[in-house]
């Protein structure tokens, strides 16, 4: 057996999926079922699902039956239809405070609530998150390129990008606010001080503020 295998048999390369590469297989699993799926939307797709061929196709699936032969998938529908993983939802929070949409933030929050999200969790979440746009920021100003980043923040290459994209959104005094409040708000949680909820919305209440230039 082992010499037929030898002499017929053929090695197909099986390396995780890069997140690079998965622009061309949206599209490639758009095209075999029929529906179109927008460049505009495909870091929504990598945000929530990550790397995991197996996850996309069941996420897209339950979009094509959606839309139908033929249909486009817009933004809208995608956010609502998409499993969601916290990590995912933590950038969405992230991008809120940067839009300034404070109604979108406590949306996210209470999607999450439903799923029982710990607001301390959370905290550390958009605490971690902040933290590296934070850093990207500061490597960024004094001339780092992105590979360079890797050796000085411990973050996946993807989070990375994520957070260079995000950086040019605030200045170095509203990240250092922001995570003040966050530092603020975990002691809160952790000492009982206040509602859990009640302090997480507040802490999405200052930082929208802060960053729309409001003392807090």
């Known amino acids: 057996m082992f010499k037929q295998l030898k002499k017929h048999g053929e090695v197909i390369s099986c390396q995780p999926v890069k997140e690079w590469d998965m622009d061309k297989w949206i599209q490639t699993l758009a095209g075999e079922l029929h529906i179109t799926v927008p460049e505009s939307i495909h870091e929504l797709f990598t945000q929530e699902i990550g ?25 809208e529908l995608a956010e609502e239809l998409l499993s969601h993983s916290a990590e995912a939802s933590g950038l969405k929070l992230v991008d809120a405070v940067m839009e300034r949409d404070l109604g979108r ?10 799923l029982n999200e710990e607001p301390i969790a959370l ?61 603020e708000t975990d002691h809160t949680l952790k000492q009982g001080m206040m509602d859990k909820s009640l302090a997480f919305e507040m802490l999405l209440y200052k930082m929208i503020n802060i960053k729309q230039g409001h003392a807090v």
Do not use: C, W
């Open 51 to 75: 790397a995991n061929l197996m996850a996309l196709r069941m996420e897209m699936e339950k979009l094509a039956l959606n839309v139908g032969e033929g249909g486009v998938v817009t933004k």
């Open 105 to 114: 933030a406590i949306r996210i929050y209470k999607d999450l609530e439903k």
């Open 123 to 183: 905290t550390a979440l958009l605490a971690s998150q902040f933290r590296i746009i934070n850093q990207a920021k500061v490597l960024k100003q004094k001339g780092y390129a992105q590979n360079q980043m890797k050796s000085y923040i411990k973050a996946h290459p993807y989070v990375l990008k994520m957070a260079l994209k995000r950086e040019k959104f605030f200045t170095n005094e509203e990240l250092n606010q922001i995570m003040e409040q966050l530092a």
